[in-house]
T-cell receptor
Framework: GAVVSQHPSRVICKSGTSVKIECRSL??????MFWYRQFPKKSLMLMAT?????????EQGVEKDKFLINHASLTLSTLTVTSAHPEDSSFYIC??????????????FGPGTRLLVL | KQEVTQIPAALSVPEGENLVLNCSFT??????LQWFRQDPGKGLTSLLL?????REQTSGRLNASLDKSSGRSTLYIAASQPGDSATYLC????????????FGKGTSLLVTP
């Protein structure tokens, strides 16, 4: 099946620093990638939809200036958490939708990135 | 706004039992519904996807049903094994939400030897 990777898998940073998380589709081209956030024992919440070559679409309540998303190529989207604070500590998961596959429609999820802001 | 609810929140069963996980959603205007498995600290593994026109899907010991009109889906796991222990998430793709998924909070399953 299709593979989506995330890097890093885990990051610890100091409050006030910025952290970049990469999401890559390894064996397919993804015109659309999604960024989700998951708090402990909570559901995944969609943060933004990222389309290659255009600005991301953010969900209500998600600060676009704080969570910068760049989808510069068909295989890479990045999420940068700017000026991170302890409340940004969470599990961030990306998913990618293949542009070349038809029929069974699904998203392929990355393994997630655990962010801890001290 | 689509709301996805999963019941129970947690479930513990002895090995070998058959079990049913429930998912309900408030807006029946969906393209499809998916069941995922999530192991602690890990990403999601897609188990089954049911298109809105389908009633059920089966994969091995797993069977998922969909009743779109009543906004319900069930995931049936036969002959449970300790390796089935994980959190099971239900997610729907609405007709008005692009390709984004709306997730339930999940059911945490523990299968004891």
């Amino acid at each position: 099946g299709a593979v989506v990777s995330q890097h890093p898998s885990r990051v610890i940073c100091k409050s006030g620093t910025s952290v970049k998380i990469e999401c890559r589709s390894l064996d397919f081209q993804a015109t659309t990638m999604f960024w989700y956030r998951q708090f402990p024992k909570k559901s995944l919440m969609l943060m933004a939809t990222s389309n290659e070559g255009s600005k991301a679409t953010y969900e209500q309540g998600v600060e676009k200036d704080k969570f910068l998303i760049n989808h510069a190529s068909l295989t890479l989207s990045t999420l940068t958490v700017t000026s991170a604070h302890p409340e940004d500590s969470s599990f961030y998961i990306c998913s990618a939708r293949s542009s070349g596959r038809t029929g069974r429609e699904t998203q392929y999820f990355g393994p997630g990135t655990r962010l801890l802001v001290l | 706004k689509q709301e996805v609810t999963q019941i129970p929140a947690a479930l513990s069963v002895p090995e070998g039992e058959n079990l049913v996980l429930n998912c309900s959603f408030t807006d029946s205007a969906i393209y499809n519904l998916q069941w995922f498995r999530q192991d602690p600290g890990k990403g999601l593994t897609s188990l089954l996807l049911i298109q809105s026109s389908q009633r059920e899907q089966t994969s091995g010991r797993l069977n998922a049903s969909l009743d779109k009109s009543s906004g319900r889906s069930t995931l049936y796991i036969a002959a449970s094994q300790p390796g089935d222990s994980a959190t099971y998430l239900c997610a729907v793709r609405g007709t008005n939400s692009g390709y984004a998924l709306n997730f339930g909070k999940g059911t945490s399953l523990l299968v004891t030897p």
